[in-house]
Every structure is written in structure tokens, then in C-alpha cells.
């Protein structure tokens, strides 16, 4: 099972709005609404943000959000803040019944 | 408050074994899937294993297929992961989380992880 594809990295200012891109196929992504997003700061565990593409957990604010077209998945952050800088990863169902997770994106907050 | 709190990690030479164990509190254990997912230093997040809440469905990646095999004790709440003839290419930190707690295929909750190296 490939990983899924992410941009290496993205950038934005404080107030601005990025997106990250998550793209499988059609035995991952495009098959199934189970895709999840995780946020992780340096030396910490990863953190769930979303989930079943556009879920917010209890907790987590709505400047974060989810989406998908066909294979490709996306995130969204709004109003951008100092404290979102951090490694942000997809995650998919498969229909081999596994689970398969993005590169990663480094997110710098300029 | 959900806590997972992962233990077993160490150095082990290669082709050798290694057991981690996760003890899980704050939530019904023996309700949730549980799942354990590895990092590798400076790396991604890699999907290892996962195992239903009664044991009955149990799924690993490719990469550990025959070598590692994972295992819960519900009245323990604890969750297990055998690692055999490990290679180096399986050191990383290995976490264990829950899945299903929100909503349907995600990892929901996840411990702060232990990490393995394998070296001679």
C-alpha cells in the first residue's frame, strides 16, 4: 500500500488561510468518507483534528476543516496562528481493510 | 480523562524480540478497536497494526506481516504488540491508539509512545 500523497510543505502568514492536499485513489480516498487528519508538534504524539473528512473532535477549533473531490482530500486552516505551526498528516481506510497515512506536510507559520 | 501509556521500548539487536505493552484508563477498554502505528525518526506516520474490540478481526501492514503479532486482555486493558526477528528498519516510536471513539475510521486518541531501535 503506497502512501498517500502530500505537499512536502506550505506556508502562510498569521490570518491567512492554507490548504493541504491528500491524494490516493479510488481503494483509499476515493473509496471510502474515512479520512482523518492529524496535527503533531516536534517530540509529541500526533493529535486527531479531523475525522470522516470533515468532523471536528470536541475541542478542536473551526478554523480547522475537511474535504473531499474524487481521490484527493483536503484540510483547510483559517486564520492562521503561531501555535498551528506543526506537521500535519492524512490518514485513509483501504480496501484491504488496512490503514494508510500521508508523507506528512510541515506547516511554518511566516 | 482517556489515557494511553505505552512501555516494552528498548534497544534490541537485530533479528531479535521485543513485547510492548499499552495500558489504556479513562475509557470502556474492551469497547474500541485499538490500533499501533510507528514513526521512524524524522520520518512519517506508519499504520502497523490493529486489532476489534473482541479480538476477532486483527490486520497488519505488509511490512510486519509474520513478525509482529498484537493481542489485547480486556480485564487488563491493556493492549500488546510481539515484535519478532525485528530489523532496523523497524526502529521508530510506536504508539498505540484508539480508533472509532468519534466517528468511523480514525485514530482518535493516542498514547505519547515508545520508542524501539534496532542495532547490533
Known amino acids: 500500500q503506497s502512501a498517500l500523497t502530500q505537499p512536502a510543505s506550505v506556508s502562510g502568514s498569521p490570518g491567512q488561510s492554507i490548504t493541504i492536499s491528500c491524494t490516493g485513489t479510488?481503494?483509499?480516498?476515493?473509496?471510502?468518507?474515512?479520512v482523518s487528519w492529524y496535527q503533531q508538534h516536534p517530540g509529541k504524539a500526533p493529535k486527531l483534528m479531523i475525522y470522516?473528512?470533515?468532523n471536528r473532535p470536541s475541542g478542536v477549533s473551526n478554523r480547522f476543516s475537511g474535504s473531499k473531490s474524487g481521490n484527493t482530500a483536503s484540510l483547510t486552516i483559517s486564520g492562521l496562528q503561531a501555535e498551528d505551526e506543526a506537521d500535519y498528516y492524512c490518514s485513509s481506510y483501504t480496501s484491504s481493510s488496512t490503514w494508510v497515512f500521508g508523507g506528512g506536510t510541515k506547516l511554518t507559520v511566516l | 480523562e482517556v489515557q494511553l501509556v505505552e512501555s516494552g521500548g528498548g534497544l534490541v539487536k537485530p533479528g531479535g524480540s521485543l513485547r510492548l505493552s499499552c495500558a489504556a484508563s479513562g475509557f470502556t477498554f474492551s469497547s474500541y478497536s485499538m490500533n499501533w502505528v510507528r514513526q521512524a525518526p524524522g520520518k512519517g506516520l506508519e499504520w502497523v497494526s490493529s486489532?476489534?474490540?473482541?479480538?476477532?478481526?486483527?490486520y497488519y501492514a505488509d511490512s510486519v506481516k509474520g513478525r509482529f503479532t498484537i493481542s489485547r486482555d480486556n480485564a487488563k486493558n491493556s493492549l500488546y504488540l510481539q515484535m519478532n526477528s525485528l530489523r532496523a528498519e523497524d526502529t521508530a516510536v510506536y504508539y498505540c491508539a484508539i480508533r472509532d471513539y468519534y466517528g468511523s475510521g480514525s485514530f482518535d486518541y493516542w498514547g505519547q509512545g515508545t520508542l524501539v531501535t534496532v542495532s547490533s
Open positions: 486489532i476489534s474490540s473482541s479480538s476477532s478481526y486483527i
Open positions: 479510488s481503494s483509499d480516498v476515493g473509496g471510502y468518507n474515512y
Open positions: 470522516e473528512v470533515s
